[in-house]
Each structure stands twice: as C-alpha cells, then as structure tokens.
C-alpha cells in the first residue's frame, strides 16, 4: 500500500508540474518515500511484535491522541518510566489505555497512569500500540509544554464544552473538529450510507473556514500577506491538533500551508501541484498514511473535486441552473466517481444516490458550520439551536438516502453504463426507461424467514459472527465481528430487525466491536455473555448499555437452553475460570435435526475440558490459530468446518489446522465469503 499511495502522489505531482525537468525530482522523492513506507512498515511491525510485562504496573507517560465514544474513551500513551513494580525496566512501545472520558487527560500532558498491564497488539486510530491498560487511574502530572498542543487542546475543548448531547449538537462538533464521539451509531451509519461522512472528515472546506475566522480576527495585527501567512500557518497547527490530526486534516492543511508559503513570496501555484506537493510531503513523513483508507479517500476525493469543478466551470448553464449549481454538482459527480474504485475494494459498496445527497446537504453544512463556529465563539445558545436545526436537516436527508441501494461492482458498473448511455443523444431514452424501471423497484427488499432452520457464518474479516435463522422468524446472533458498519449491511440485507438471543463468546475486538450501537439497529430479547472477572471495555460497555435499556443480560451456566422453533441452543462452556480469556468464552451446542458447534476462540486447555462431540458442522475455534489442540480438531471435526478468518498477519489458519481439515468439506470465510449451511 505504501508503493500504491507513492505511485499515485508522484502522478499527481508530475500532472500538476507538467514539465520534464520535475520527473527527476519525482524520482528522487519516490525513492525517499519507499524508505518512508518500509520504516513505517518497520515500526509497526515492532510495536505489535514487542514483548509486552504484564500484570499490575504504574507508568510515567506521555499522552499522544484520544479517542472518544459517548461516555467511553481510549488513549494512546508512550511510557516513559516504570514506578511500579520498581524492579521492571521496561520503557516499550505505545499502549492504549481505556478509562472514562470525563477523566481524559490534554494530549501531549505527562501523566501517572495506574492499572493492569496486558498483552493485547492492535491499532487506536490506525497508529500501532503494544499492549492495554484496564481499570485505569490517571494522575495529570505535567500539562503540554507546547502552545500549540494547548491551544490546540482548548480549542477542541471548548467546542465540546458549548456544544451539548443531541445528535444535531454531536453532529456539529463533527462538522467543527471531527469529533463524532457523541453522534449515535445508527446516524454515523446513515452518514456512510448516503456517502456524507466527509462532512464529519474535517478536511479543505473546514480548514478554509477556520482561516478565515482566524483572519477576520487577526486583520488589524496582520495587514501584510506575509504576516497574515505566518499567523495562518500557527493557525493550521493549532488546527490540526484539535481535529487530532485525522489524515483528511493533514492532507488539507499541507496543502493549504503550501499554498500560503508560495503565496507568501510571491509564487502562487495551482492547485493540483498543492495537492501533490501536499501527499508527497506526508508520505515522505509518515509513510504509514498511504494505507489509511482515510488519507486514500481524502487524497483522491479532492483530485476528483478539482475535475469536477472545472468541467462544471466548462458548462454554459441556463437561466435555471446558477453556476455555483454546476460547479457543486460537478464537485460531488467528480469525488463521487474517483472514490468509488476504493470505496468497493474497503467496503465492498457505494451509495447510489450519493451525489444528489451531497448536491442537497453541501450548502447547508457550510452555513451551519460557519454558524455553529460563531456559536461557539460567543457562546450564545441561540445560535447552538439555529446551526442544530441545520444539522438536523443534514441527519433527515442521510436517513433518506441511507434506505436507496448500495451499489457493488456489478451495480457501479451499470450506473456508468447508463450514464454513458444519457450521454449520447440516440440512447437517451433507453437509458431513461431502465432507470425509472430501476427506481421503481421496492428500495429495500424484504426477505422473509428461510424456509428451513439455517445458519449462516457471516463474512466479517478478522472475526466471527454466526447468525442462525428459524422459519418462526427467531434469530440468534453469536458474535459481531470487528466492524459495526458491516455487520449492520448483513443484517440489513437480510431484514433482520430483532434478534432473540445475542451471545457474545467473549471480550475480544473481532467478536464483540461489530456490536457497538447494536440496540439501535435491532431490537435484542436477550443477551448471554461469559462469566469472567474482566470482561474488557467493549464488552463490559455492551452489557452495561443493553442492560440499561432493560434486555435481559445474563452469563448463562452450563446446561443452559435457548429454545428458537426448530432450534435449540445450549451452553457446554466454560465450566470453570480460566487463565486465559479465550479459554473462557462461551461454547453453543447448536440443534436443529442438524447439529453445529461453536465454540468462540476457546484453546487447547478449554478444549480438552469439553465432552467428546462429533457436530455436522464445526466453527473452528480461533480462526484456525496454532492454538487449537489438533488431536482434539481431529476427533471431533464432522462433515463440514468452516474456519471464519479475514485478512491477517497471525498466519490464520495455519497450515497444520488445515492438514487436519483436508478429509472433510471446508469454508474459509475469507475466500467463500458468507457461508450459509441448513440446519433441518
């Protein structure tokens, strides 16, 4: 990925620059931004490789970014020394730590930070850490040394400080600073689904705002452009500190530093030069960036918004289409059409009405940003509940564009096939009967119960999710995945609006992340969760939230039945406490004239302390990890395994489990997408 985002800034360059001379220096910056790429590679790599003490510590740290969810957060942190236990000398690689949000502390503040230390590789915000703290206690030590960070910090703080906890106000912050941490899951959803989320991806429109603010207040103390330069460029830092440097915001505010540099000595550039300059700066820094999806979209989009809007500029528009009609229009088509390639290859799905949403919500944000800025200036709650109403307009039309269909490759391919089609002249009324035929389709289709009980491993990446479906419409839900996004399309797509039983076999992010928000999409009758002393963050967060709400949430004892129509479900694990969370997660006998074990990521130990089975079909424990006991895999395996597995660098499944598997009929989720299996 690095290569690719490489290759694509240099393309940029060179397109903007259009001069010989400057494809040598392209050359010369591809090679620095290769060693970039493999140093980033490297220092990931260490960080999730790193061996991490665990048990019980205090650490010095230093803070370097926040992520927030409601009442929840988790902070990126980097030790810097070990007060306890004395004995440890230990200064490793990043952490991330989950406490309260009330209790976050500034970035780039020292602190104190008391809890248990453990094990647990993985990404905050697609930065790498090590390890994670839980049941933390932080000790604010040293404020950021830096004005920059503070001012940066007193920005963002003031805008979640003015704005309250609505959804239009939480929608605000976002359209400010990026911060969606109060916006609920199923508007965040509806938001994707309608192709606005960039509204909430602070990027060029924000920081051109911010400027100018920044501008109109300063005018009097800086009347020289260079001066107005110098307090602009402070201005972008201080900017980029209080989004917390989303790459959409750092991709913006190079450019726009570009921009002011050049400007300032009297050397103006085009705009496609900025933008390329811009990426190639940034990946020579960071070279990690050109395999965030984020920095791919926002990169991409704006090359496609200049596109756009110079056809438009192109266009003569009539009496009843204003310029400024075409050249939005044109912006939203240009984005719409560059975006949609990555958009299929991430998320496999693009809004099909995407650019009559943005054409419909554009301005709107942009006025009720402009007014929610001046809002939080002058504090004046009057003008909060003006820029709310704007917001509130903005969630109306994302729900409305969230219900018409989603379009894969196939679809894509189609929506160009008649755009080509309305482009010619003798096939514009072929292509204006197959669209009206396209609309007036139902937009979402129904699906009915199966006729037959019927379980169905859904493909979720790096995770498990298993749905199982009862012709009396029951269902049960065992696990989410990683992902809220996808697991909400799967149940979308097949008309799931209750779900009976949720389990969740344990805490881990790849079983229980893809339930955030989940009592907002569906209604849930129940819930099981393991009985364990920590359950973590995520999934302590789930129980805690569907109990409150007033689900019925229990950690059910072995023996315990779930009767769904044809259906039975009942509990065989865990018997007894075990070290290891994965040994402790629940273990379903599933029941329907066909049988089916699942049995969560439960090891070699938990394994062995089960009865001897033979189900028709068996989920593999773990995703087909080394951690599986094979004699065990090997006895108990039936007709059909499916091991549920995604992109990964743990070598899942590894090669010894699929040896064992090679006599019977295997699914790999990864490579048959969704596995559907009747059960009766």
Same mark, same amino acid.
């Given at each position: 990925?690095?290569?690719?985002?490489?290759?694509?800034?240099v393309v940029l360059l060179v397109a903007g620059l259009v001069s010989r001379r400057w494809i040598a220096v392209a050359g010369v910056i591809a090679?620095?931004?290769?060693?970039?790429?493999?140093?980033? =590679?490297?220092?990931?790599?260490?960080?999730?490789?790193?061996?991490?003490?665990?048990?019980?510590?205090?650490?010095?740290?230093?803070?370097?970014?926040?992520?927030?969810?409601?009442?929840r957060a988790v902070m990126t942190v980097v030790p810097v020394e070990v007060l306890e236990p004395r004995q440890m000398a230990w200064s490793g690689p990043a952490l991330a730590v989950a406490l309260p949000a009330r209790e976050l502390p500034p970035v780039g503040s020292l602190i104190t930070v008391a809890g248990l230390l453990r094990s647990a590789p993985g990404t905050v915000r697609g930065?790498?850490?090590?390890?994670?703290?839980?049941?933390?206690?932080?000790?604010?030590?040293?404020r950021a040394r830096f004005p920059v960070l503070r001012t940066g910090n007193a920005v963002r703080n003031r805008v979640r400080s003015v704005l309250g906890t609505t959804p239009e106000e939480a929608l605000l912050a976002g359209f400010l600073i990026g911060d969606t941490s109060g916006v609920?899951?199923?508007?965040?959803?509806?938001?994707?689904?309608?192709?606005?989320?960039?509204?909430?991806?602070?990027?060029?429109?924000?920081?051109?705002?911010?400027?100018?603010?920044?501008?109109?207040?300063?005018?009097?103390?800086?009347?020289?452009?260079?001066?107005?330069a110098v307090i602009g460029l402070l201005s972008l830092a201080v900017f980029v500190v209080a989004t917390r440097w989303e790459p959409s915001v750092l991709r913006a505010a190079t450019m726009v530093a570009i921009l002011l540099i050049t400007a300032a000595f009297g050397l103006p550039i085009r705009p496609w030069i900025a933008l390329g300059s811009a990426v190639v700066v940034l990946l020579l820094v960071s070279g990690q960036l050109a395999a965030d999806v984020g920095f791919q979209l926002s990169v991409v989009a704006t090359g496609g918004v200049l596109v756009g809007v110079r056809w438009a500029t192109g266009r003569q528009p009539g009496s009843m289409?204003?310029?400024?009609?075409?050249?939005?229009?044109?912006?939203?088509?240009?984005?719409?059409?560059?975006?949609?390639?990555?958009?299929?290859?991430?998320?496999?799905?693009?809004?099909?009405?995407?650019?009559?949403?943005?054409?419909?919500?554009?301005?709107?944000?942009?006025?009720?940003?402009?007014?929610?800025?001046?809002?939080?200036?002058?504090?004046?709650?009057?003008?909060?509940?003006?820029?709310?109403?704007?917001?509130?307009?903005?969630?109306?039309? =994302?729900?409305?564009?969230?219900?018409?269909?989603?379009?894969?490759?196939?679809?894509?391919?189609g929506v160009a096939a008649l755009?080509?089609?309305?482009?010619?002249?003798?096939?514009?009324?072929?292509?204006?009967?197959?669209a009206v035929g396209v609309i007036a389709l139902p937009v979402v289709g129904w699906h009915g119960p199966p006729t037959a009980p019927t379980m169905t491993v859904l493909d979720v990446g790096q995770g498990d999710a298993t749905l199982i479906e009862d012709p009396s419409g029951a269902t049960a839900l065992v696990d989410g995945g990683r992902d809220p996004f996808v697991l909400a399309q799967a149940l979308r797509s097949r008309s799931i609006r209750r779900i009976d039983l949720l389990v969740v076999t344990h805490g881990d992010m790849d079983h229980v992340g893809g339930l955030v928000a989940i009592a907002d999409r569906v209604a849930i009758g129940?819930?099981?969760?393991?009985?364990?002393?920590?359950?973590?963050?995520?999934?302590?967060?789930?129980?805690?939230?569907?109990?409150?709400?007033?689900?019925?949430v229990e950690a059910p004892p072995v023996g315990a039945r779930f009767d769904m129509g044809a259906v039975t479900l009942e509990v065989l694990g865990p018997g007894r406490r075990y070290q290891k969370q994965n040994d402790g997660s629940v273990v379903l006998w599933v029941d329907a004239g066909v049988t089916a074990l699942l049995a969560g990521d439960i090891e070699a130990v938990a394994q062995r302390d089960l009865p001897d089975l033979r189900p028709d079909v068996l989920l593999v424990p773990h995703h087909g990890a080394a951690t599986t006991d094979l004699a065990w895999l090997e006895r108990t395996v039936g007709a059909v395994a499916v091991v549920s597995v995604g992109d990964n660098t743990y070598g899942h499944p590894t090669p010894e489990v699929m040896a064992v598997l090679s006599d019977v009929e295997v699914h790999v989720t990864s490579k048959a997408g969704d596995v559907r299996i009747p059960l009766g």
């Open positions: 990925m690095p290569l690719l985002g490489l290759g694509a800034a090679a620095a931004g290769v060693l970039s790429g493999v140093a980033a =590679a490297g220092r990931m790599e260490l960080t999730l490789t790193a061996d991490v003490p665990e048990g019980p510590v205090v650490l010095r740290a230093r803070v370097l970014d926040d992520q927030r969810h409601n009442d930065d790498p850490v090590a390890g994670r703290l839980t049941d933390a206690e932080v000790t604010e030590v040293v609920p899951e199923r508007d965040l959803d509806a938001l994707r689904r309608s192709g606005l989320t960039h509204f909430v991806a602070v990027s060029g429109s924000n920081v051109a705002l911010f400027l100018a603010g920044v501008w109109v207040l300063s005018a009097p103390l800086a009347p020289g452009i260079r001066s107005r289409w204003p310029r400024w009609v075409w050249q939005a229009l044109g912006a939203a088509i240009g984005a719409q059409i560059v975006v949609a390639p990555i958009l299929l290859m991430h998320f496999g799905s693009i809004p099909l009405v995407s650019p009559l949403a943005n054409l419909i919500a554009g301005p709107v944000v942009a006025v009720t940003t402009a007014v929610a800025a001046l809002a939080v200036m002058v504090g004046w709650s009057g003008l909060v509940s003006l820029a709310g109403f704007g917001a509130g307009f903005v969630l109306v039309v =994302a729900r409305l564009a969230a219900e018409w269909p989603q379009l894969g490759w196939v679809g894509a391919a755009v080509g089609m309305a482009l010619r002249r003798s096939l514009r009324p072929l292509a204006t009967a197959v129940r819930l099981w969760y393991p009985d364990q002393p920590d359950l973590g963050e995520e999934l302590g967060g789930l129980v805690d939230e569907l109990r409150r709400i007033g689900v019925v």
